[in-house]
């Protein structure tokens, strides 16, 4: 990596803001990950990602795990700053940074993997609702909401979260550098803050964003106060910033009226 001398202290600085999802609400994927390909692009000696998200969807999370892994792969130390949030997907995001930062009151863990189905039957009984089903295959409907789960649909299901939470616990034991037996016994969904996440060994120092930039400028060998330099995601046309920004109202709306009364820190990753 070259870098121009009159660039020499600089350090990039990503955002990840909201629930994370491959689409273009919240946390996107595409954006996010188009920020991280920019770092080196902009003669940063170092990174800091902000995290501030619930958590999200399970397939995004990991991509954005790996995009940060790439930036270190060229040399680049990323530390990872969490926010007021950064529980589940967000957690599992962060753990791909050298370093990690949490601020004492930050709500962080959440280690695990939700699968929600609802049983409608009753209810749609009384408003005379029925239903007619057409599939190719026994599992096709495993969600429908006009039955229970068959004992063996809440087995097909169980391993399905079994299996995705185990990728989720071997990222904390890699990129926290703990036992496994040691991470097992915090793994099991729970909440922390970050004071507490810091005695568990998932946070390295408490500290808020500055911290976290005076730590990246340290790693990257910057000498004197580095210049933060915020990353936005590559400008779009007129017609493509527009409907993208009606895509985001309409999936605004879809998503609060599916999360209306949870708590976001509750979110699943």
């Known amino acids: 990596m070259r870098i121009r001398w009159w660039r020499k202290n600089r350090v990039a600085l990503v955002q990840i803001e909201g629930i994370i999802t491959d689409s273009q609400f919240g946390a996107s994927r595409d954006e996010v990950l188009d ?6 692009s902009v003669d940063a000696r170092a990174a800091v990602v902000r995290i501030n998200s619930p958590g ?5 999370a990991q991509e954005m795990h790996d995009g940060i892994r790439r930036v270190r792969e060229r040399g680049i130390p990323v530390v990872a700053a969490l926010g007021d949030v950064a529980a589940s997907g967000g957690l599992y995001v962060a753990l791909a940074a050298d370093k990690i930062v949490s601020n004492p009151g930050t709500i962080t863990g959440s280690i695990g993997v939700i699968v929600k189905a609802h049983n409608l039957r009753q209810l749609y009984r009384k408003i005379g609702i029925e239903e007619e089903r057409i599939k190719s295959g026994r599992y096709k409907d495993i969600l429908s909401t006009f039955r229970p789960l068959t004992d063996e649909e809440r087995a097909l299901l169980q391993n399905v979260i079994n299996d995705t939470y185990e990728q989720f616990l071997r990222a904390v034991v890699e990129g926290r550098h703990l036992p496994e037996e ?4 915090f793994a ?5 803050t ?6 568990w060994g998932l946070v390295d120092e408490l500290g808020g964003l500055q911290r976290a930039v005076e730590l990246a400028a340290q790693m990257g060998g910057i000498v004197g ?5 915020p990353i936005t995601p590559r400008k779009r046309g007129l017609l493509g910033r527009l409907f993208t920004t009606m895509d985001r109202v309409e999936l605004e709306l879809e998503l609060l009226r599916g ?6 820190w509750l979110m699943p990753m």
Do not use: N
């Open 188 to 192: 099991d969904g729970r909440i922390f």
């Open 35 to 40: 920020a991280l390909e920019q770092v080196e």
């Open 259 to 264: 999360l209306g009364g949870v708590p976001l």
């Open 225 to 229: 106060k580095p210049k933060k330099v």
């Open 182 to 185: 040691r991470v097992r016994a």
């Open 56 to 60: 999200g969807t399970v397939g995004a």
């Open 194 to 199: 970050g004071r507490q996440a810091k005695q």
